[in-house]
T-cell receptor, first 114, second 116 residues
């Protein structure tokens, strides 16, 4: 089945550790995105990528890093520089040109910093 | 300032009843308006996308309306089911030519609980 797969679903991290969240899609979408969701707040864009080997900062990129070496993959690293990393992280993908840009989301990864 | 406001913040209804969720936005320029359903602990799923020229769009028991003049949208759920319990999020998209790479403005969502 076509879709977006995020892993792990739950992740615990000690302060000072980096952690990488995986996102893979087989929808042949050009664009991929990482969002962060916190209680009482709307989704906030961390990074997005329109094409392979290119990505752009979103609204809250500080303390995060990404790579886009393959069209299907867009991993997110939460670094120790992120001051408040406990959150629900959502990966999404979409076609980029010639349509409405409808987003298709993965099931999310919940990161808890101990 | 570009904003999307949803009301009510939360809603409880009985199974089988209808309900309507509201979305007001101040986003300009406007490309499209989307409604997403998000079950607890899962990713959002698209229900409808409406462009400027569309007034109504249905997806099964979900019907979205859009009044681009007043910048208001509503999502009507007919004959609610227990599985409709979720957060419903309204999102407005700016057009690609607006110089912000098709930025999305997200509402905070309406939390709907359908009780038996």
């Amino acid at each position: 089945d076509g879709g977006i797969t995020q892993s792990p679903k739950y992740l615990f991290r000690k302060e000072g550790q980096n952690v990488t969240l995986s996102c893979e899609q087989n929808l042949n979408h050009d664009a991929m995105y990482w969002y962060r969701q916190d209680p009482g707040q709307g989704l906030r864009l961390i990074y997005y990528s329109q094409i392979v080997n290119d990505f752009q900062k979103g609204d809250i990129a500080e303390g995060y890093s990404v790579s886009r070496e393959k069209k299907e993959s867009f991993p997110l690293t939460v670094t120790s520089a992120q001051k408040n990393p406990t959150a629900f992280y959502l990966c999404a993908s979409s076609m980029w040109r010639g349509n409405t840009g409808e987003l298709f989301f993965g099931e999310g990864s919940r990161l808890t910093v101990l | 300032k570009n904003q999307v406001e949803q009301s009510p913040q939360s809603l409880i209804i009985l199974e089988g009843k209808n309900c309507t969720l509201q979305c007001n936005y101040t986003v300009s320029p406007f490309s499209n308006l989307r409604w997403y359903k998000q079950d607890t602990g899962r990713g959002p799923v698209s229900l409808t996308i409406m462009t400027f020229s569309e007034n109504t769009k249905s997806n099964g028991r979900y019907t979205a309306t859009l009044d681009a003049d007043t910048k208001q949208s509503s999502l009507h759920i007919t004959a609610s089911q227990l599985s409709d319990s979720a957060s419903y999020i309204c999102v407005v998209s700016l057009p690609p030519w607006a110089g912000n790479n098709r930025k999305l403005i997200w509402g905070l969502g309406t939390s709907l609980a359908v009780n038996p």
